[in-house]
């Protein structure tokens, strides 16, 4: 079977290749161009907050007073 779009697979992965292999020759100047393209992500921070501490004492114990509910033994 014949593929109709000979090289065009194969041109985007040997440029894709080319440019992100290492070269000992390259400018070493502090120019990061890998990290230009990268974005925060917009729910970054969202999420990082610092988790609940854990209390040993006070934890499992239910005292009923967090209850929303009305008894129905109210007279």
């Known amino acids: 079977m ?4 000979p ?4 041109n985007s992965v040997k440029k894709k290749s080319d440019n992100t292999s290492p070269d000992e ?14 974005k925060i992500a917009p729910h970054r921070g969202k ?3 610092p988790k609940r501490e854990y209390n040993p004492d006070t934890t499992g114990i239910d005292t009923g ?8 033994n109210i007279q």
């Open 2 to 5: 014949i593929d109709k779009k």
């Open 7 to 10: 090289n065009s697979k194969n």
């Open 25 to 38: 020759n390259a400018d070493k100047t502090g120019t990061d161009t890998d990290s230009d393209n990268t």
């Open 47 to 49: 999420f990082d907050k």
């Open 65 to 72: 007073a967090d209850k929303t509910t009305p008894s129905n």
